[in-house]
DNA sequence: CGGTCGATAGTCT
DNA sequence: GACTATCGACCGG
């Protein structure tokens, strides 16, 4: 495992994407220090895709995309959640969303981060979603803009086979996106590890008719 | 299984 | 004021 250069992440996030299955992800903080093997990724391509979160130019919440590769993008989302992009691509605005991963370092205190907020069922894996990731990581705002790349708490690490060969992989349409090409169409950029117990479910964008009602 | 729904607040029009 | 790159519970088959 080595870290990447920042031009290896630089470029098209469909490329990166896939390569980065099997990459160790890390945040060290004053709590300690928890990893996980990224299983599930998408790839997101700001002016170009509907989808994305920079779709519509740079605000302030998504000004990290529009800047250095290789930084983290972090946001807060639905009132409870946060996730984490890695900034990828060789444009502005385009960004690879880290999905899910396999804890594999740091193990008692992401269960502890989880266990600090209410549930009311067991604990099954947990990384598993983008929401899920963020809190075993121990992500919220603060984190957003950290290098991956420097010297500071967070660290990215590339297997040295994956670094050109993704790991076998498969494909399919991104979760909760509805944009799209606005045909219908959707975009195949979603790349996860088959087997892994930490992947998510897929699951369709929710429906406006749901809110109409009443 | 799959479909549906509530929680909850930041972001953007 | 509507929507959201979500999560987990619940309900029907």
Redesign the pocket.
């Known amino acids: 495992m080595t870290r990447p250069d920042r031009a290896w992440l630089a470029r098209d996030p469909i490329v990166v994407a896939p390569l980065l299955l099997g990459a160790t992800l890390a945040h060290a903080s004053p709590e300690g220090r928890v990893a996980i093997r990224i299983t599930e990724v998408?790839a997101?391509r700001g002016a170009d895709d509907p989808?994305?979160?920079?779709f519509?130019?740079r605000?302030?919440?998504?000004a990290t995309?529009f800047g250095e590769a290789g930084h983290l993008?972090a946001?807060?989302?639905?009132?409870?959640?946060h996730?984490i992009?890695v900034v990828a691509g060789d444009r502005e605005g385009f960004?690879?969303?880290v999905?899910a991963g396999a804890v594999v370092e740091g193990e008692p205190l992401a269960r502890a981060r989880?266990e600090a907020r209410p549930?009311?069922?067991p604990?099954v894996?947990l990384a598993?979603?983008?929401?899920?990731?963020a809190q075993a990581l121990g992500a919220t705002?603060a984190d957003d803009g950290a290098d991956l790349l420097g010297t500071g708490p967070w660290t990215l690490e590339v297997d040295d086979v994956a670094r050109t060969r993704p790991m076998p992989h498969r494909t399919g349409p991104?979760?909760?996106?509805?944009?799209d090409g606005g045909d219908g169409r959707r975009f195949p950029w979603r790349f996860w590890l088959p087997g892994e117990p930490s992947v998510?479910?897929y699951?369709?964008?929710?429906?406006?008719?749901?809110?109409?009602?009443?």
């Open positions: 998408e997101y989808g994305a979160h920079s519509r130019g605000t302030r919440r998504n995309m993008y946001y807060f989302t639905y009132g409870m959640h996730a992009n960004g690879i969303l999905r989880r549930r009311r069922s604990i894996e598993r979603g983008p929401g899920n990731v705002l991104r979760v909760g996106v509805s944009g998510s479910a699951r369709a964008a929710a429906s406006r008719r749901r809110r109409q009602a009443t």
